[in-house]
Protein backbone atom coordinates (compact mmCIF):
# COMPACT_ATOMS: atom_id res chain seq x y z
CA UNK A 1 0.00 0.00 0.00
CA UNK A 2 1.28 3.46 -1.06
CA UNK A 3 1.41 6.19 1.84
CA UNK A 4 -0.06 9.09 1.82
CA UNK A 5 2.67 10.73 4.29
CA UNK A 6 5.91 10.32 5.50
CA UNK A 7 4.40 10.60 9.17
CA UNK A 8 1.43 8.05 8.94
CA UNK A 9 1.54 4.99 11.44
CA UNK A 10 0.02 1.42 10.81
CA UNK A 11 -2.21 1.14 13.82
CA UNK A 12 -3.21 -2.65 14.95
CA UNK A 13 -5.36 -3.89 18.10
CA UNK A 14 -3.43 -6.40 19.62
CA UNK A 15 -3.49 -6.74 23.17
CA UNK A 16 -1.75 -4.40 25.13
CA UNK A 17 1.65 -5.25 27.00
CA UNK A 18 1.89 -4.60 31.02
CA UNK A 19 4.08 -1.46 30.39
CA UNK A 20 1.29 -0.20 27.94
CA UNK A 21 -1.68 -1.02 30.21
CA UNK A 22 -0.37 1.22 33.42
CA UNK A 23 0.01 4.05 31.11
CA UNK A 24 2.96 5.48 33.23
CA UNK A 25 5.85 5.36 30.18
CA UNK A 26 3.93 6.99 27.86
CA UNK A 27 2.54 9.50 30.34
CA UNK A 28 6.08 10.04 30.81
CA UNK A 29 7.03 10.64 27.26
CA UNK A 30 4.33 12.76 26.66
CA UNK A 31 5.31 15.03 29.33
CA UNK A 32 8.60 14.82 27.99
CA UNK A 33 7.42 16.01 24.79
CA UNK A 34 5.20 18.86 26.21
CA UNK A 35 8.39 20.21 28.62
CA UNK A 36 10.11 20.11 24.94
CA UNK A 37 7.70 22.77 23.86
CA UNK A 38 7.67 24.58 27.35
CA UNK A 39 11.32 25.67 26.76
CA UNK A 40 11.14 25.59 23.31
CA UNK A 41 11.03 28.77 20.58
CA UNK A 42 7.54 30.76 20.49
CA UNK A 43 5.56 31.14 17.24
CA UNK A 44 3.80 34.00 18.04
CA UNK A 45 4.39 37.45 17.37
CA UNK A 46 3.58 40.19 19.56
CA UNK A 47 2.05 42.40 16.45
CA UNK A 48 2.30 45.87 17.40
CA UNK A 49 5.65 45.98 18.40
CA UNK A 50 6.77 43.47 16.29
CA UNK A 51 5.68 43.46 12.49
CA UNK A 52 5.93 40.32 10.04
CA UNK A 53 7.29 41.34 7.37
CA UNK A 54 4.79 41.25 4.10
CA UNK A 55 4.87 39.47 0.97
CA UNK A 56 6.08 41.45 -1.77
CA UNK A 57 2.76 41.35 -3.37
CA UNK A 58 0.63 41.91 -0.90
CA UNK A 59 -2.30 43.85 -0.94
CA UNK A 60 -3.29 46.06 1.74
CA UNK A 61 -5.67 49.65 1.60
CA UNK A 62 -6.04 51.18 -1.41
CA UNK A 63 -5.00 54.80 -2.39
CA UNK A 64 -5.85 57.36 -4.99
CA UNK A 65 -2.99 58.77 -6.31
CA UNK A 66 -1.85 62.35 -7.53
CA UNK A 67 0.21 63.23 -10.44
CA UNK A 68 3.43 65.40 -10.17
CA UNK A 69 1.71 68.70 -9.14
CA UNK A 70 -1.04 67.00 -6.74
CA UNK A 71 -3.90 66.89 -9.35
CA UNK A 72 -6.17 63.86 -8.83
CA UNK A 73 -5.09 61.26 -11.34
CA UNK A 74 -9.22 60.02 -11.25
CA UNK A 75 -11.28 60.85 -13.98
CA UNK A 76 -14.38 59.01 -12.31
CA UNK A 77 -14.54 56.38 -15.44
CA UNK A 78 -16.11 53.71 -13.30
CA UNK A 79 -13.89 50.74 -14.74
CA UNK A 80 -13.07 49.97 -11.37
CA UNK A 81 -16.37 49.60 -9.98
CA UNK A 82 -17.28 47.73 -12.86
CA UNK A 83 -14.23 45.45 -12.44
CA UNK A 84 -14.88 45.39 -8.50
CA UNK A 85 -16.05 41.23 -8.38
CA UNK A 86 -17.75 42.47 -4.47
CA UNK A 87 -19.03 45.40 -5.67
CA UNK A 88 -17.51 47.95 -3.04
CA UNK A 89 -16.40 50.51 -5.24
CA UNK A 90 -19.19 52.97 -5.51
CA UNK A 91 -18.38 56.89 -7.40
CA UNK A 92 -20.29 59.95 -8.30
CA UNK A 93 -18.80 61.66 -11.04
CA UNK A 94 -18.57 65.42 -11.30
CA UNK A 95 -17.36 68.26 -13.86
CA UNK A 96 -14.39 70.59 -12.94
CA UNK A 97 -15.47 74.24 -12.87
CA UNK A 98 -13.14 76.63 -14.44
CA UNK A 99 -10.33 77.18 -11.80
CA UNK A 100 -10.28 74.01 -10.67
CA UNK A 101 -7.42 72.82 -12.92
CA UNK A 102 -4.89 72.74 -9.77
CA UNK A 103 -7.04 70.22 -8.22
CA UNK A 104 -8.68 67.51 -10.96
CA UNK A 105 -6.11 66.88 -14.13
CA UNK A 106 -8.79 66.16 -16.49
CA UNK A 107 -12.49 67.66 -17.19
CA UNK A 108 -13.86 64.85 -15.10
CA UNK A 109 -13.36 63.79 -11.71
CA UNK A 110 -14.65 62.22 -8.76
CA UNK A 111 -16.77 63.98 -6.44
CA UNK A 112 -17.68 61.00 -4.19
CA UNK A 113 -15.44 58.11 -4.29
CA UNK A 114 -16.00 55.52 -1.64
CA UNK A 115 -14.87 52.02 -1.13
CA UNK A 116 -16.49 49.52 1.52
CA UNK A 117 -13.99 47.84 3.05
CA UNK A 118 -16.26 45.18 4.66
CA UNK A 119 -16.81 44.30 1.05
CA UNK A 120 -13.77 44.35 -0.44
CA UNK A 121 -11.57 41.21 -1.28
CA UNK A 122 -7.86 42.67 -1.96
CA UNK A 123 -8.22 41.40 -5.29
CA UNK A 124 -6.32 44.11 -6.91
CA UNK A 125 -8.92 44.03 -10.07
CA UNK A 126 -9.26 48.13 -9.70
CA UNK A 127 -5.80 48.96 -9.98
CA UNK A 128 -5.45 46.76 -13.21
CA UNK A 129 -8.74 48.12 -15.20
CA UNK A 130 -7.27 51.78 -14.04
CA UNK A 131 -6.89 53.57 -17.33
CA UNK A 132 -5.61 56.52 -15.51
CA UNK A 133 -2.75 55.15 -12.93
CA UNK A 134 -5.14 56.52 -10.50
CA UNK A 135 -5.83 53.92 -7.67
CA UNK A 136 -3.51 51.24 -6.18
CA UNK A 137 -3.49 48.72 -3.54
CA UNK A 138 -0.39 49.45 -0.79
CA UNK A 139 0.76 47.45 2.05
CA UNK A 140 -0.96 49.32 4.61
CA UNK A 141 -3.35 47.39 6.98
CA UNK A 142 -6.48 48.12 7.16
CA UNK A 143 -7.66 49.30 10.54
CA UNK A 144 -10.47 47.66 12.61
CA UNK A 145 -12.89 49.09 14.19
CA UNK A 146 -16.31 48.61 16.22
CA UNK A 147 -18.71 49.93 13.81
CA UNK A 148 -19.80 49.01 10.14
CA UNK A 149 -20.13 53.01 8.87
CA UNK A 150 -16.12 53.49 9.27
CA UNK A 151 -15.16 51.09 7.07
CA UNK A 152 -16.80 52.78 3.87
CA UNK A 153 -13.81 54.69 3.05
CA UNK A 154 -13.97 57.68 1.34
CA UNK A 155 -11.68 60.46 -0.58
CA UNK A 156 -10.97 61.67 2.81
CA UNK A 157 -9.31 58.78 3.88
CA UNK A 158 -8.38 56.96 0.18
CA UNK A 159 -6.30 60.47 -1.85
CA UNK A 160 -3.07 60.71 -0.76
CA UNK A 161 -1.90 64.15 0.66
CA UNK A 162 -0.54 66.61 -1.60
CA UNK A 163 2.52 67.00 0.11
CA UNK A 164 5.55 65.59 -2.12
CA UNK A 165 6.89 64.02 1.55
CA UNK A 166 3.77 63.13 3.02
CA UNK A 167 2.86 60.98 -0.82
CA UNK A 168 1.90 57.02 -0.59
CA UNK A 169 4.71 54.54 -1.36
CA UNK A 170 3.16 52.43 -3.91
CA UNK A 171 6.50 50.89 -5.11
CA UNK A 172 6.52 47.56 -2.74
CA UNK A 173 4.30 45.86 -4.53
CA UNK A 174 5.16 46.85 -8.02
CA UNK A 175 7.95 44.30 -8.47
CA UNK A 176 9.20 43.94 -11.97
CA UNK A 177 7.43 40.90 -12.44
CA UNK A 178 4.27 42.20 -11.30
CA UNK A 179 4.65 45.05 -13.56
CA UNK A 180 5.37 42.63 -16.41
CA UNK A 181 2.55 40.34 -15.27
CA UNK A 182 0.66 43.45 -15.82
CA UNK A 183 1.60 44.55 -19.47
CA UNK A 184 0.33 41.53 -20.90
CA UNK A 185 -2.96 41.61 -21.54
CA UNK A 186 -3.35 38.21 -21.70
CA UNK A 187 -4.08 37.89 -17.98
CA UNK A 188 -5.89 40.82 -17.96
CA UNK A 189 -9.34 39.90 -15.99
CA UNK A 190 -11.14 42.68 -17.63
CA UNK A 191 -11.36 41.87 -21.29
CA UNK B 1 -6.85 32.33 77.78
CA UNK B 2 -3.44 33.48 76.93
CA UNK B 3 -3.90 36.27 74.91
CA UNK B 4 -0.29 36.65 73.10
CA UNK B 5 -1.10 32.98 71.42
CA UNK B 6 -4.92 34.59 70.20
CA UNK B 7 -3.77 37.40 68.60
CA UNK B 8 -1.05 35.49 66.80
CA UNK B 9 -3.05 32.79 65.59
CA UNK B 10 -5.92 35.32 64.44
CA UNK B 11 -3.38 37.48 62.75
CA UNK B 12 -1.57 33.84 61.15
CA UNK B 13 -4.95 32.67 60.18
CA UNK B 14 -5.46 36.01 57.91
CA UNK B 15 -1.64 35.91 56.61
CA UNK B 16 -3.02 32.09 55.74
CA UNK B 17 -5.86 33.09 54.20
CA UNK B 18 -4.61 35.80 52.22
CA UNK B 19 -1.40 33.63 50.79
CA UNK B 20 -3.72 31.34 49.82
CA UNK B 21 -5.83 33.47 47.72
CA UNK B 22 -2.71 35.26 46.30
CA UNK B 23 -1.10 31.69 45.12
CA UNK B 24 -4.91 30.70 44.25
CA UNK B 25 -4.89 34.28 41.72
CA UNK B 26 -1.46 33.71 40.55
CA UNK B 27 -1.97 30.36 39.80
CA UNK B 28 -4.75 31.23 36.97
CA UNK B 29 -1.88 33.16 35.68
CA UNK B 30 0.44 30.66 35.83
CA UNK B 31 -2.00 27.96 34.00
CA UNK B 32 -2.45 30.43 31.47
CA UNK B 33 1.12 31.14 31.28
CA UNK B 34 2.00 27.15 31.79
CA UNK B 35 -0.49 26.53 28.85
CA UNK B 36 0.80 29.30 26.55
CA UNK B 37 4.42 28.12 26.57
CA UNK B 38 4.07 24.38 26.09
CA UNK B 39 1.67 24.98 23.05
CA UNK B 40 4.48 27.68 21.89
CA UNK B 41 2.52 30.79 22.47
CA UNK B 42 2.99 32.93 25.14
CA UNK B 43 0.42 33.44 27.14
CA UNK B 44 -1.39 36.54 29.00
CA UNK B 45 1.49 39.67 28.60
CA UNK B 46 -0.09 42.98 28.03
CA UNK B 47 -1.66 43.55 31.48
CA UNK B 48 1.64 44.89 33.52
CA UNK B 49 4.68 43.84 32.94
CA UNK B 50 4.69 40.19 31.84
CA UNK B 51 1.05 40.00 31.89
CA UNK B 52 1.16 39.84 35.43
CA UNK B 53 -1.54 41.91 36.42
CA UNK B 54 -3.73 39.53 34.43
CA UNK B 55 -5.65 37.88 37.57
CA UNK B 56 -6.23 41.19 38.38
CA UNK B 57 -8.08 42.63 35.58
CA UNK B 58 -9.68 38.94 35.53
CA UNK B 59 -10.93 39.42 39.09
CA UNK B 60 -12.29 42.84 37.98
CA UNK B 61 -14.02 41.43 34.65
CA UNK B 62 -15.61 38.44 36.95
CA UNK B 63 -17.17 41.53 39.40
CA UNK B 64 -18.29 43.32 36.96
CA UNK B 65 -20.12 40.78 35.05
CA UNK B 66 -24.03 40.54 35.03
CA UNK B 67 -25.12 37.83 37.68
CA UNK B 68 -27.58 35.78 36.48
CA UNK B 69 -29.50 33.59 38.41
CA UNK B 70 -32.04 30.96 36.42
CA UNK B 71 -35.85 31.57 36.83
CA UNK B 72 -36.43 27.43 37.12
CA UNK B 73 -33.00 27.44 39.55
CA UNK B 74 -33.65 26.81 43.03
CA UNK B 75 -32.12 30.46 44.46
CA UNK B 76 -31.28 29.18 47.51
CA UNK B 77 -29.17 26.46 46.93
CA UNK B 78 -27.99 28.05 43.61
CA UNK B 79 -26.43 30.16 46.20
CA UNK B 80 -25.21 28.14 48.36
CA UNK B 81 -23.67 25.80 46.17
CA UNK B 82 -20.25 28.02 45.13
CA UNK B 83 -20.40 29.69 49.19
CA UNK B 84 -19.62 25.87 50.15
CA UNK B 85 -16.80 24.92 47.54
CA UNK B 86 -15.46 27.94 48.20
CA UNK B 87 -15.39 27.77 52.23
CA UNK B 88 -14.07 24.11 52.29
CA UNK B 89 -11.67 24.97 49.98
CA UNK B 90 -10.27 27.42 52.73
CA UNK B 91 -10.79 25.44 55.82
CA UNK B 92 -8.33 22.78 54.39
CA UNK B 93 -5.33 25.24 54.85
CA UNK B 94 -5.79 25.61 58.43
CA UNK B 95 -4.17 21.77 59.75
CA UNK B 96 -1.12 22.41 57.10
CA UNK B 97 2.10 23.09 59.20
CA UNK B 98 3.46 25.71 57.29
CA UNK B 99 6.74 25.48 59.12
CA UNK B 100 8.58 24.67 62.10
CA UNK B 101 8.53 27.01 65.18
CA UNK B 102 9.50 30.23 65.39
CA UNK B 103 11.08 32.18 68.66
CA UNK B 104 10.01 35.56 69.29
CA UNK B 105 10.96 37.10 72.64
CA UNK B 106 11.40 33.84 74.37
CA UNK B 107 8.43 32.28 73.58
CA UNK B 108 7.37 30.02 70.48
CA UNK B 109 4.79 29.82 68.04
CA UNK B 110 3.86 27.41 66.04
CA UNK B 111 3.84 27.81 62.25
CA UNK B 112 0.45 25.67 61.89
CA UNK B 113 -2.76 27.21 62.88
CA UNK B 114 -4.31 24.32 64.53
CA UNK B 115 -2.25 21.01 65.07
CA UNK B 116 -5.48 18.66 65.18
CA UNK B 117 -4.40 14.84 65.98
CA UNK B 118 -6.78 13.56 63.22
CA UNK B 119 -5.11 15.55 60.59
CA UNK B 120 -5.24 13.96 57.93
CA UNK B 121 -8.95 12.81 58.76
CA UNK B 122 -9.38 16.53 58.85
CA UNK B 123 -8.56 17.29 55.29
CA UNK B 124 -10.38 14.15 54.18
CA UNK B 125 -13.56 15.48 55.47
CA UNK B 126 -13.09 18.49 53.92
CA UNK B 127 -12.55 16.99 50.71
CA UNK B 128 -15.56 15.40 51.06
CA UNK B 129 -17.73 17.91 51.85
CA UNK B 130 -16.67 20.01 48.76
CA UNK B 131 -18.35 17.39 46.78
CA UNK B 132 -21.41 18.80 47.85
CA UNK B 133 -20.85 22.56 46.52
CA UNK B 134 -20.81 21.34 42.90
CA UNK B 135 -23.53 18.58 43.93
CA UNK B 136 -25.69 21.31 45.42
CA UNK B 137 -24.34 23.61 42.47
CA UNK B 138 -25.42 21.45 39.63
CA UNK B 139 -28.97 20.45 41.10
CA UNK B 140 -29.87 23.73 41.72
CA UNK B 141 -29.15 24.94 38.41
CA UNK B 142 -32.14 22.84 36.99
CA UNK B 143 -30.16 22.04 33.36
CA UNK B 144 -29.57 18.69 32.47
CA UNK B 145 -25.47 19.11 31.52
CA UNK B 146 -24.89 20.93 34.89
CA UNK B 147 -26.65 17.86 36.82
CA UNK B 148 -24.64 15.40 34.52
CA UNK B 149 -21.43 17.14 36.10
CA UNK B 150 -22.92 16.82 39.68
CA UNK B 151 -23.47 13.23 38.67
CA UNK B 152 -19.76 12.77 37.39
CA UNK B 153 -17.98 14.97 39.99
CA UNK B 154 -20.08 12.82 42.71
CA UNK B 155 -19.21 9.33 42.06
CA UNK B 156 -15.78 9.94 40.50
CA UNK B 157 -14.86 11.72 44.27
CA UNK B 158 -16.39 9.31 45.51
CA UNK B 159 -14.48 6.58 43.74
CA UNK B 160 -11.17 7.87 44.35
CA UNK B 161 -11.66 8.69 47.35
CA UNK B 162 -11.55 5.16 48.69
CA UNK B 163 -8.39 4.93 46.70
CA UNK B 164 -7.30 7.76 48.37
CA UNK B 165 -7.87 7.15 51.92
CA UNK B 166 -7.04 3.67 51.42
CA UNK B 167 -2.96 4.92 49.92
CA UNK B 168 -3.03 7.16 53.18
CA UNK B 169 -3.61 4.19 55.28
CA UNK B 170 -0.18 2.66 54.15
CA UNK B 171 1.21 5.93 54.87
CA UNK B 172 -0.19 5.88 58.11
CA UNK B 173 1.25 2.69 58.72
CA UNK B 174 5.16 3.82 58.50
CA UNK B 175 4.31 6.84 60.44
CA UNK B 176 2.23 5.84 62.86
CA UNK B 177 0.58 8.93 63.31
CA UNK B 178 -2.21 11.12 62.04
CA UNK B 179 -1.25 14.68 62.94
CA UNK B 180 0.77 16.32 59.80
CA UNK B 181 2.57 18.06 62.06
CA UNK B 182 4.48 14.98 63.40
CA UNK B 183 4.09 13.18 59.93
CA UNK B 184 6.29 15.94 58.98
CA UNK B 185 9.23 15.71 61.99
CA UNK B 186 9.27 12.48 61.18
CA UNK B 187 10.62 12.84 57.72
CA UNK B 188 13.79 15.47 58.92
CA UNK B 189 16.81 15.27 56.63
CA UNK B 190 15.68 13.43 53.43
CA UNK B 191 13.47 10.76 55.66
CA UNK B 192 11.21 11.44 53.06
CA UNK B 193 7.96 9.45 52.35
CA UNK B 194 8.37 9.07 48.56
CA UNK B 195 11.21 6.99 49.10
CA UNK B 196 9.02 4.60 51.63
CA UNK B 197 6.08 4.44 49.80
CA UNK B 198 6.25 5.51 46.15
CA UNK B 199 3.34 3.16 45.20
CA UNK B 200 1.17 5.01 47.79
CA UNK B 201 2.44 8.38 46.32
CA UNK B 202 1.58 7.47 42.94
CA UNK B 203 -2.04 6.08 43.93
CA UNK B 204 -2.10 9.83 45.93
CA UNK B 205 -1.42 11.29 43.45
CA UNK B 206 -3.37 10.34 40.57
CA UNK B 207 -6.58 10.78 43.36
CA UNK B 208 -5.42 13.71 44.21
CA UNK B 209 -5.93 14.65 40.40
CA UNK B 210 -9.55 13.47 40.43
CA UNK B 211 -10.19 14.89 43.64
CA UNK B 212 -9.05 18.38 42.18
CA UNK B 213 -11.55 17.12 39.34
CA UNK B 214 -8.21 19.10 36.74
CA UNK B 215 -7.25 17.16 33.68
CA UNK B 216 -7.13 14.22 33.00
CA UNK B 217 -10.03 13.57 35.33
CA UNK B 218 -12.03 17.01 34.84
CA UNK B 219 -15.04 14.71 33.93
CA UNK B 220 -17.61 16.91 35.75
CA UNK B 221 -16.68 20.43 33.98
CA UNK B 222 -15.49 19.06 30.49
CA UNK B 223 -16.04 22.85 28.19
CA UNK B 224 -16.84 19.94 25.28
CA UNK B 225 -19.19 17.51 26.02
CA UNK B 226 -20.88 19.54 29.32
CA UNK B 227 -20.99 23.16 28.10
CA UNK B 228 -19.51 23.27 31.54
CA UNK B 229 -20.69 20.82 33.77
CA UNK B 230 -21.79 22.25 37.14
CA UNK B 231 -21.13 25.54 36.52
CA UNK B 232 -22.79 26.01 32.73
CA UNK B 233 -25.46 28.36 34.90
CA UNK B 234 -23.46 30.07 36.62
CA UNK B 235 -22.44 34.00 35.54
CA UNK B 236 -20.22 36.37 37.63
CA UNK B 237 -18.74 35.73 40.57
CA UNK B 238 -20.21 32.93 41.61
CA UNK B 239 -18.80 31.27 38.71
CA UNK B 240 -15.60 33.09 39.85
CA UNK B 241 -15.82 31.14 43.12
CA UNK B 242 -16.27 27.83 41.86
CA UNK B 243 -13.02 28.50 39.64
CA UNK B 244 -11.21 30.43 42.14
CA UNK B 245 -12.13 27.09 44.22
CA UNK B 246 -10.64 24.51 42.12
CA UNK B 247 -7.50 26.87 42.25
CA UNK B 248 -7.56 26.63 46.04
CA UNK B 249 -7.90 23.46 45.83
CA UNK B 250 -5.08 22.48 43.92
CA UNK B 251 -2.83 25.02 46.18
CA UNK B 252 -4.17 22.85 49.25
CA UNK B 253 -4.00 19.28 47.72
CA UNK B 254 0.05 20.25 46.82
CA UNK B 255 0.41 21.07 49.92
CA UNK B 256 -1.19 17.96 51.45
CA UNK B 257 1.09 16.05 49.31
CA UNK B 258 4.32 18.37 50.30
CA UNK B 259 3.86 17.70 53.65
CA UNK B 260 2.92 14.22 53.37
CA UNK B 261 5.36 12.70 50.89
CA UNK B 262 8.23 15.09 50.44
CA UNK B 263 8.60 16.09 54.13
CA UNK B 264 7.24 19.48 54.29
CA UNK B 265 8.95 22.04 55.32
CA UNK B 266 12.05 20.06 56.13
CA UNK B 267 15.28 21.13 54.13
CA UNK B 268 17.69 18.61 53.63
CA UNK B 269 21.58 19.48 55.21
CA UNK B 270 19.91 22.26 56.48
CA UNK B 271 21.13 21.69 60.09
CA UNK B 272 24.58 21.69 59.12
CA UNK B 273 24.74 24.68 58.02
CA UNK B 274 24.59 26.27 61.71
CA UNK B 275 21.85 29.21 61.19
CA UNK B 276 19.98 30.55 64.01
CA UNK B 277 16.53 28.84 64.51
CA UNK B 278 14.61 30.99 63.27
CA UNK B 279 16.47 31.41 59.84
CA UNK B 280 15.95 27.87 59.79
CA UNK B 281 12.29 28.25 60.04
CA UNK B 282 11.95 30.54 57.74
CA UNK B 283 14.21 29.15 55.02
CA UNK B 284 12.08 25.73 55.78
CA UNK B 285 8.92 27.78 55.30
CA UNK B 286 10.19 28.92 51.88
CA UNK B 287 11.70 25.75 50.88
CA UNK B 288 8.24 24.30 51.73
CA UNK B 289 6.71 26.80 49.24
CA UNK B 290 8.85 25.82 46.33
CA UNK B 291 8.09 22.33 46.65
CA UNK B 292 4.31 23.11 46.79
CA UNK B 293 4.52 25.39 43.28
CA UNK B 294 6.74 22.47 42.14
CA UNK B 295 3.91 20.23 42.40
CA UNK B 296 1.31 23.11 41.27
CA UNK B 297 3.79 23.00 38.09
CA UNK B 298 3.29 19.12 37.81
CA UNK B 299 -0.79 19.33 37.62
CA UNK B 300 -0.35 22.16 35.29
CA UNK B 301 1.89 20.17 33.20
CA UNK B 302 -0.06 16.69 33.49
CA UNK B 303 -2.92 19.06 32.70
CA UNK B 304 -1.55 20.63 29.57
CA UNK B 305 -0.05 16.83 28.54
CA UNK B 306 -2.83 14.56 28.67
CA UNK B 307 -6.35 14.34 27.20
CA UNK B 308 -9.22 13.60 28.86
CA UNK B 309 -10.63 9.93 30.31
CA UNK B 310 -13.57 8.72 29.00
CA UNK B 311 -16.45 7.89 31.83
CA UNK B 312 -15.67 3.93 31.64
CA UNK B 313 -11.65 4.06 31.65
CA UNK B 314 -12.33 6.88 35.14
CA UNK B 315 -14.75 4.40 36.51
CA UNK B 316 -12.46 1.35 35.44
CA UNK B 317 -9.21 2.89 37.05
CA UNK B 318 -10.56 3.99 39.95
CA UNK B 319 -11.98 0.64 41.01
CA UNK B 320 -10.41 -1.87 38.69
CA UNK B 321 -7.06 -0.04 38.71
CA UNK B 322 -6.31 2.04 41.92
CA UNK B 323 -8.05 0.74 44.93
CA UNK B 324 -6.99 -3.43 44.42
CA UNK B 325 -3.58 -1.89 44.02
CA UNK B 326 -4.09 0.60 46.91
CA UNK B 327 -4.89 -2.64 49.29
CA UNK B 328 -1.85 -4.14 47.72
CA UNK B 329 0.17 -1.63 49.02
CA UNK B 330 -1.37 -1.79 52.51
CA UNK B 331 -0.70 -5.37 52.54
CA UNK B 332 2.89 -5.28 51.53
CA UNK B 333 3.42 -2.28 54.16
CA UNK B 334 1.60 -4.41 56.86
CA UNK B 335 3.65 -7.44 56.14
CA UNK B 336 7.32 -5.32 56.29
CA UNK B 337 6.27 -4.10 59.98
CA UNK B 338 4.90 -7.09 60.72
CA UNK B 339 8.39 -8.90 60.23
CA UNK B 340 10.74 -6.09 61.03
CA UNK B 341 8.65 -5.41 64.47
CA UNK B 342 8.92 -9.34 65.28
CA UNK B 343 12.86 -8.98 65.17
Not at chain 2, 284 to 295: E, W
Request: aromatic share 14%.
Amino acid sequence: MKLLTTRSKVVSDKKMTFLERIYIPAILKGMYITIRHFFGKKATISYPEQKREFSQVYRGQHVLKRDDQGRERCTACGLCAVACPAEAITMIAAERKPGEEHLYREEKYAAVYEINMLRCIFCGDCEEACPKDAIFLTDRIVASDYKRKPFIYGKDILVEPVDPDKRIDISARQTESVLKFKQDKRFAHNK
Amino acid sequence: MDWTILIYKTIFLFIILFVTLLVAMYSTYGERKVAAFMQDRRGPNRAGPFGLFQPLADGVKMFMKEEIIPLTANKKLFILGPSIAMTTALLTGVVIPWGATLKIGGREFSMQIADLNIGILYVFAMVSIGVYGIMIGGWASNNKYALYGAIRAASQMISYELAMGMSIVALILTTGSLSLHEIVEQQQGMHWNIFYQPLGFLIFLTCAFAETNRAPFDLPECETELIGGYHTEYSSMKLGFYLFAEYINMFVSSAVIATLYFGGYNMPFIDQLGLSPNTVTLLGTAFFFLKIFGMIFLFMWIRWTLPRFRYDQLMNLGWKGLIPLAIFNIFVTGVYYFFTELT
